[in-house]
């Protein structure tokens, strides 16, 4: 018996050895046909998260297809903040000429490779750094948020509440912008609009999501923003529990996740963050030898923000035409948006 | 006062997983077993509740209960994956707190490795109902305040909670196996001299720790998620412990720790809507849980509320 036990708790260890352990799928040496090598690390999210690594990927996956060659794009998972140095290093062994990471949180390890391989290039996403080598590539989140505002703010004059929410991650800079652009956009279409604002002090706390989107609704709100990562399910799971009222997806089209047993979905639209024309603008810019180090803001007219606009879902005609309208006005520089909020936490206008 | 009658479904939601595991916890600790793996069985049973609940769902004649089978299977899930413990702490006699620690750290890791194989993605996909609300209970409801306090929008998880805080009284302190199972936890050498298999009492506390502990973490991932990813848990399990302290080791207790961190954490989002509490910034009430079971941990240290066992590793031989 004794025996059979101990048994039974190896092989559970080595379950969890094997979870935990670094995967090193899809690296390889550097084909012979290869103008340039490309290597992507993730986050602990995985080329396949439906969300930024995914994102990035797809925009390397295009690139490879149209231009580079398939075996000229790598990636490598990082399964703890602990790989991001090892699995940015290895690219760099290898000499692949781009090593592409996705998301801030390598910002500390970028510092740290970059400078050991001045011959690779680095992109890192949605944080800076001006080392001679990296470019970075971060997003006018204050753009696409203007234009789910503007949905939000048509919505809430329709259905005759003019009550819409803003449900924020982290209290920052960064999550700030989101929620400047969303009051500007509702405000623009409906100046009589009343904005709730609140932070979950979190990305992960969906509960408090979801204690936060009662409050709001219950304060009357018809359409909750929530730019807040998994706390945005918590939203979700609300809005599904009350019918009636909406939500409003980030960075990455969610339309699937609201989905209730009618087939109806509570997400009105999204907010989304496109990461592949990021990945696919740099790559192709070292192909042709064009590469800079520079920081690029990803803007509206670059497509490197918009909103879920497609038809036969929730917006109607009448509010896509109008959205659409908004695009080209910031696009031409008619309206300009800013990333200064104005309402404070837990505060209505 | 609106507020404050909108606060109680939201505290109720919050507590409830928090109670449940908590009444896990205390059949672990009052058997003489430290269960600090709580968290990761509730990770292990989020996970199992939400994959069965996505997978059933689109069944025509069981979608309607996958919430509840969902929890079901998160139950079973919690007690295999405590065997773990048990075999490790009971009988290969480890270091209860560090073999806690293992089964917290690999049930992340082991979830959303399942994940990538069952649904080749690093959390599940969506599920489209989960556990639902319930909109009115009937009659109940129509009781003025109280009605919608407790009884209209209020998730069924609370009542479920409470029906156990009475059941687990009874067994733990009106049963001779509650007897049994606590003079484990206090003294475990006279328990074994009185005829009480000690090793297999424990094996039933921590199992049914494990029962207790998966199905708090499959209907928090039900009530208030679309689906599980590998913050589902997010620290409730730790809570729940504190809950136990906090409740000195007694159901009631319980009961009470886990509806006032409950009703702390739901102030804590409506706190700017009221006069006075809104000078109070907001992680404030976060932190109110941990600093409550650092001053009962004070004020009980010195009196006999623990189990005096707990933490001990039995060993028949040594007196």
Not at chain 1, 89 to 104: E, H, K, M, P, W
Not at chain 2, 223 to 243: D, K, L, Y
């Amino acid at each position: 018996m004794k025996r059979i036990l101990k048994l039974i708790l190896v092989a559970a260890l080595a379950l969890g050895l094997v979870a935990c352990s670094n995967s090193s799928d899809n690296t390889g040496g550097d084909s012979k046909e290869c103008t340039i090598t490309i290597g992507l690390v993730t986050d602990t999210g995985g080329v396949d998260d439906k969300s930024f690594n995914q994102s990035a990927w797809e925009g390397l996956q295009k690139y490879a297809k149209e231009v580079g060659g398939e075996d000229c794009v790598k990636y490598l998972q990082s399964n703890s903040d602990a790989d991001y140095v090892p699995n940015l290093s290895q690219f760099g062994d290898n000499g692949t000429d781009l090593i592409v990471a996705v998301g801030y949180l390598f910002n500390d390890a970028i510092k740290q490779v970059a400078p050991n391989y001045p011959d690779s290039k680095f992109l890192v996403i949605d944080t800076t750094s001006d080392l001679e080598n990296v470019a970075s590539a971060v997003y006018s989140a204050e753009q696409g948020s203007f234009l789910v505002g503007v949905a939000a703010g048509l919505r809430a004059k329709e259905d005759g509440s003019n009550i819409v929410g803003f449900i924020g991650g982290q209290d920052s800079e960064l999550i700030q912008a989101f929620q400047a652009g969303y009051e500007q956009g509702v405000l623009a279409v409906n100046p009589e609009a009343k904005i709730y604002v609140d932070y979950a002090d979190s990305f992960s706390d969906e509960t408090k999501g979801q204690s936060l989107a009662q409050k709001q609704y219950d304060l009357g709100a018809t359409i909750i923003y929530h730019a807040a990562g998994n706390v945005g399910n918590g939203v979700i799971k609300e809005a599904k529990e009350r019918g009636g009222v909406w939500v409003i997806g980030v960075d990455r089209d969610q339309y699937e996740d609201g989905m209730k047993d009618d087939g109806t979905s509570v997400i009105l639209t999204s907010m989304l963050k496109r990461v592949d024309t990021a990945t696919y603008n740099t790559a192709k810019a070292l192909h042709d030898g064009n590469f800079t180090a520079e920081v690029t803001t990803y803007t509206l007219d670059m497509d490197g923000v918009g909103a879920e606009i497609s038809e036969g879902r929730n917006l109607t005609a009448d509010e896509i035409e109008t959205i659409k309208s908004y695009v080209d006005q910031i696009v031409n520089g008619d309206i300009v948006v800013s990333a200064e909020p104005t309402i404070a936490n837990g505060s209505s206008n | 006062m609106d507020i404050i009658v909108s606060m109680f479904p939201s505290a109720m939601m919050i507590a409830a997983p928090i109670i449940i595991a908590a009444l896990g916890g205390l059949f672990a600790e009052r058997s003489g077993v430290i269960n600090i793996a709580i968290e990761g069985i509730m990770t292990v049973g989020a996970f199992v509740a939400a994959t069965v609940c996505v997978l059933l769902e689109s069944n025509p004649s069981l979608g309607a209960y996958a919430g509840w089978i969902g929890v079901l299977a998160a139950m079973i899930a919690g007690c295999v994956y405590s065997i773990l413990l048990a075999v490790s702490a009971i009988n290969f006699k480890a270091d209860q707190t560090i073999a806690g620690t293992a089964l917290n750290l690999l049930s992340t890791g082991l979830c959303v490795f399942l994940c990538q194989i069952i649904f080749d993605q690093q959390r599940t996909q969506s599920f489209s109902r989960g556990i639902s609300q319930i909109k009115d209970v009937p009659i109940l409801s129509d009781i003025p305040i109280i009605g919608d306090m407790l009884f209209s929008g209020i998730y069924p998880t609370i009542y479920v909670a409470i029906i156990l805080v009475v059941f687990v009284y009874f067994l733990v302190y009106r049963t001779a196996f509650g007897l049994r199972l606590r003079s484990c936890g206090e003294n475990p050498h006279a328990s074994a001299s009185a005829g009480i298999d000690v090793i297999r009492m424990r094996w039933i506390g921590v199992l049914i720790s494990g029962l207790f502990a998966g199905m708090a973490g499959g209907m928090m991932v039900l009530t208030s998620s679309v689906q599980f990813a590998a913050s589902s848990i997010h620290g409730v399990g730790f809570i729940a412990i504190a809950a136990l302290i906090f409740g000195k080791w007694n159901p009631w207790g319980v009961l009470g720790a886990g509806i006032f961190f409950g009703f702390s954490s739901a102030l804590g989002t409506r706190a700017s809507l009221i006069p006075l509490l809104n000078m109070i910034p907001s992680e404030f009430y976060s932190c109110i849980p941990y600093v409550l079971t650092i001053v009962a941990l004070v004020v009980f240290s010195g009196k006999s509320v623990a189990p005096k066992a707990e933490g001990q590793i039995y060993d028949a031989g040594k007196r």
